[in-house]
């Protein structure tokens, strides 16, 4: 290993160093000249110290930067992602809520219906706006049978036309075929009610020019027919022209059945007898009337009530 100081030179210089430096200790705690010119080299000194650590500073200020933007999207995602899984469960218990509504709404009309009821939901809905028509999810194995009525929480629905082993087809009251045997509860007059392939409308025919019959009134089943029970509500009078031209005044009532929105609903009664006699007996049921001008005429036998 070679020695640091070769010479008496190098170790004259280093003792000359040594001496150096104790007298300025010794000046500097003596005196105030020296902490002077060692303030103003400070100043002079500080840009240069400043940009010497200004790389240094800015590396580590935007490597801060950087952590905390990643951590803010990070956090900003997650909270993202939460607030999208709150949203959706607030829509499923809005969507709950609302089915509970109507679930308790059908119970409570089951309890005001003294026959056998079905619950059933809405699977299907007839495309062909001529055909007011809809699917629902009971079948012949659950009992259903042609004629059956169909009732939501606000009123009468329809009734069953077509059926199959596990589904079946409802024509609803506002289809141009679907005729239904009313009564005023006010007073107990009788008419019929005819769809008019209109959603909201039904027509009340059969009302001579000098009846009692306004706005407002409640029409109810009038069991005329055998098909529907007696006194399921239908619709509420809502429009009454008295035409002198005419016998009969011309009345429109709106359904009170949620037409549009119902997905579960009740079906009522049960069939009675064996399958022959039903069918025998829904044929002599739907037997065409002759033609009128004032009385309408069905398109197929299970359309008349």
């Given at each position: 290993m070679k020695p640091i100081f070769r010479g008496s030179l190098p170790r004259l210089s280093f003792l000359l160093l040594i001496i150096i430096a104790l007298c300025?200790?010794?000046?500097?705690?003596?005196?105030?000249s020296v902490r002077s010119v060692r303030s103003a080299l400070a100043v002079v000194l500080t840009p240069v110290q400043w940009l010497v650590d200004a790389p240094t500073a800015i590396a580590d200020d935007i490597s801060v930067v950087l952590v905390e933007r990643?951590?803010?999207i990070k956090d900003n995602n997650q909270l993202r992602s939460s607030s999208i899984i709150l949203?959706?469960?607030v829509q499923q218990m809005a969507t709950l809520r609302a089915e509970n509504v109507r679930l308790r709404e059908l119970l409570n009309a089951s309890a005001r219906v003294d026959d056998k009821?079905?619950?059933?939901?809405?699977?299907?809905?007839?495309?062909?706006?001529?055909?007011?028509?809809?699917?629902?999810?009971?079948?012949?194995?659950?009992?259903?049978?042609?004629?059956?009525?169909?009732?939501?929480?606000?009123?009468i629905m329809g009734?069953?036309?077509?059926?199959?082993?596990?589904?079946?087809?409802?024509?609803?009251?506002?289809?141009g075929r679907h005729a239904l045997p009313v009564e005023v509860v006010r007073n107990g007059m009788r008419a019929i009610a005819l769809g008019k392939g209109l959603h909201g409308e039904l027509d009340i025919t059969h009302i001579p020019d000098n009846a009692d019959i306004r706005a407002g009134d409640l029409l109810v089943s009038s069991a005329l027919g055998g098909r529907?029970?007696?006194g399921y509500p239908l619709a509420k009078v809502f429009f009454v022209e008295r035409d002198p031209s005419r016998k009969f005044m011309i009345v429109k009532a709106k359904?009170?059945?949620?037409?549009?929105?119902?997905?579960?609903?009740?079906?009522?009664?049960?069939?009675?007898?064996?399958?022959?006699?039903?069918?025998?007996?829904?044929?002599?049921?739907?037997i065409p009337p002759k033609k009128s001008p004032n009385s309408p005429v069905s398109e197929s036998p299970s359309d008349v009530l």
């Open positions: 300025m200790l010794i000046v500097d705690l003596q005196g105030n990643a951590s803010l949203e959706r469960q009821v079905l619950l059933t939901e809405l699977i299907g809905v007839n495309p062909d706006p001529f055909q007011h028509q809809v699917i629902l999810n009971k079948g012949s194995e659950d009992g259903v049978f042609i004629g059956q009525p169909v009732l939501d929480a606000g009123g009734q069953v036309v077509e059926v199959s082993l596990y589904t079946n087809r409802t024509m609803l009251v506002t289809d529907f029970p007696y359904p009170l059945a949620r037409l549009n929105n119902s997905r579960y609903v009740l079906m009522v009664g049960k069939q009675q007898g064996k399958r022959g006699e039903n069918e025998q007996d829904a044929e002599l049921q739907t």
